[in-house]
């Protein structure tokens, strides 16, 4: 294909950019007019106007400036007269890469160039454009070369370095919306990548990385910089097209069904209703739900890029949802508990519902709104809850309903959920803010959990026991298949080691949500 002689140029510099001597000249004005203008030509120019002007170039001419730039390259003797449109570009080499790609186009067999990397040397220079025809390097004929012949005359070139190129006829790109920022929802490694046309090309990013796209000109290959480079002039990076990495994702979900024969699901354990009615229930026995799921999206995502706008709640708007999630016995109920404690104006939960008796001390609305069985099987086929179990004959699930009430008390709502929930949480109105609370290796949680208590299972006597090794083992396989499945969906990860630096953690990242500026999918902006 053509992308497999897409090749970069490397170790090149427009420092001094010269299209014959007029670029050369151009440059020189450029850079040292204003200086002229005020130590020699104005006071000459009052008096004596022309040979003022002879003198200042006199002068002018004879002084040092610095940087030094290298002499000349002769033109080229002679232009073939057919090639009226014929361009002379001449660079300097240094460290620098040249920011382009080269290829061979298969139609006419001619050197082309394929890409140029926004804010590199090439597109700084504004001389060299996608499409370019490279006729000859130094005088080095370029037709009968390959572009790794190409790429090794360059890199043994030294100094200024001549290239004769014939104009693309590629329209100038219309001009895109250059402020489109994508959240990255992958990882990707340029150089683990066997597809990219240049690894030395590639931009390097994590999930979670807010990128800048600045073109998307090709349908494959997009160009991008990471938001969190300072340096806003830093040349672009390729990154695989929206188009791309879907057809990639796709093509490794199949290849794993077809190796392994199993859809990539979570197993049964790591399903299932767990925490949300927690904070209000005495008994600790959650585990023993019987867990249903409430509408979720069972379906295989591919979380590729999401779009972002940068948001800042108003004073008048209500707080965003805060989603905590992770693996049973990782510590998601203790840190909403220091968080209720730690403001309890502030922070609320929302009142699940229930099917059991209501005892002496409670009241309703507060532990549980407590409703008859009948209401409460109504309400499943309303698709009121967002989970909802049975344990013990009694039915227990959480509201859709609950949750606003709380948001509409202007507090912020903190809600313990399987990851399964959150796409069904995922909406402009909630705004939901997910963390993921992960455990720490198996060392450490054997250090820091060795006093714990973790809910026991179903057949044991007692509601809570010590952690067993088995139980850090599964908090470690189960987080690790969380993250598979939902990582795209969290937008901040707690790693639960010391659980007072946890807590701090967590509490400053909500404090930032609530006050700084930071990024939201843009279709929630759009309400
Ligand atoms: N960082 C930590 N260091 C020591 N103990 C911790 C830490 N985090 C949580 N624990 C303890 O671990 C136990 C389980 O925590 P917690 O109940 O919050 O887990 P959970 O994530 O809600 O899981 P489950 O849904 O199974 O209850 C509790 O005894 C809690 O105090």
Redesign the pocket.
């Known amino acids: 294909t053509h992308e497999s002689f897409d090749r970069f140029i490397c170790d090149w510099s427009n420092d001094m950019l010269l299209l014959g001597s007029f670029v050369w000249l151009s440059h020189f004005i450029q850079q040292h007019w204003v200086a002229s203008l005020n130590e020699f030509l104005i006071p000459l120019c009052f008096h004596y106007p022309l040979q003022a002007l002879l003198s200042v170039h006199d002068m002018v001419s004879q002084k040092e400036f610095d940087p030094r730039l290298p002499p000349l390259p002769p033109l080229p003797d002679y232009i073939e007269k057919e090639e009226d449109s014929i361009k002379i570009v001449c660079l300097v080499k240094n460290q620098e890469p040249l920011g382009a790609t080269i290829k061979r186009d298969e139609s006419t067999g001619a050197i082309v160039v394929a890409r140029v990397m926004r804010g590199g040397a090439a597109d700084r220079s504004g001389l060299i454009h996608e499409g370019d025809k490279l006729k000859e390097i130094n005088g080095v004929p370029m037709e009968d070369k390959n572009p790794e012949e190409i790429i090794s005359i360059l890199a043994k070139s030294e100094g200024a370095v001549t290239f004769k190129v014939i104009p693309g006829t590629k329209e100038e790109p219309e001009t895109l919306d250059n402020k489109i920022f994508v959240r990255a929802l992958f990882d990707y490694n340029p150089q683990a990548d066997p597809a990219i046309p240049c690894k030395d090309a590639g931009l390097e990013f994590w999930r979670g990385d807010v990128l800048h796209i600045v073109s998307q000109e090709d349908d494959t290959w997009w160009q991008a910089r990471r938001h969190s480079d300072a340096d806003a002039n830093l040349r672009a990076g390729l990154i695989p097209s929206r188009q791309l990495q879907e057809r990639n994702t796709r093509a490794a979900v199949w290849g794993y069904r077809e190796c392994f024969g199993v859809p990539l699901t979570l197993s049964k354990r790591h399903t299932g209703l767990?925490?949300s009615f927690?904070l209000s229930r005495k008994d600790s026995k959650?585990?023993h739900v019987r867990q249903k799921m409430g509408k979720g999206n069972a379906g295989i995502h591919l979380p590729i890029y999401q779009e972002v706008l940068p948001y800042k709640r108003k004073p008048d708007e209500p707080y965003r949802l805060v989603l905590l999630t992770?693996?049973?016995?990782?510590?998601?109920?203790?840190?909403?508990?220091r968080l209720l404690l730690s403001d309890p104006e502030h922070f609320s939960v929302s009142v699940p519902y229930t099917t059991r008796e209501q005892k002496k001390h409670e009241k309703e609305g507060v532990e549980y709104h407590f409703v008859s069985k009948h209401t409460f099987e109504k309400d499943i086929l309303n698709h009121k809850f967002l989970e909802y179990g049975e344990y013990k004959g009694n039915y227990y699930g959480m509201s859709l309903d609950s949750v606003r009430r709380v948001v509409a008390e202007s507090k912020v709502c903190l809600l313990?959920v399987k990851p399964h929930t959150i796409t069904a949480l995922y909406t402009s109105e909630l705004k939901p803010y997910v963390v993921f609370?992960k455990p720490p290796s198996i060392e450490s949680l054997r250090l820091?959990?060795r006093?714990?208590?973790?809910?026991s299972s179903q057949n044991e006597q007692t509601p809570?026991k010590i952690?067993t090794e088995e139980d850090f083992q599964d908090m470690i396989t189960s987080a690790q298949a969380m993250e598979n499945k939902y990582g795209h969906l969290f937008e901040k990860v707690i790693i639960?080691?010391?659980?007072a630096m946890?807590f701090t953690e967590l509490r400053d990242e909500l404090t930032k949500i609530e006050t700084d500026t930071h990024w939201i999918p843009n279709t929630w902006a759009h309400v």
């Open positions: 767990r925490k927690r959650s585990q992770g693996p049973s016995g990782v510590g998601v109920t203790e840190l909403k508990r313990d609370v820091s959990r006093k714990a208590k973790v809910l809570t952690f639960n080691d010391d659980l946890a």
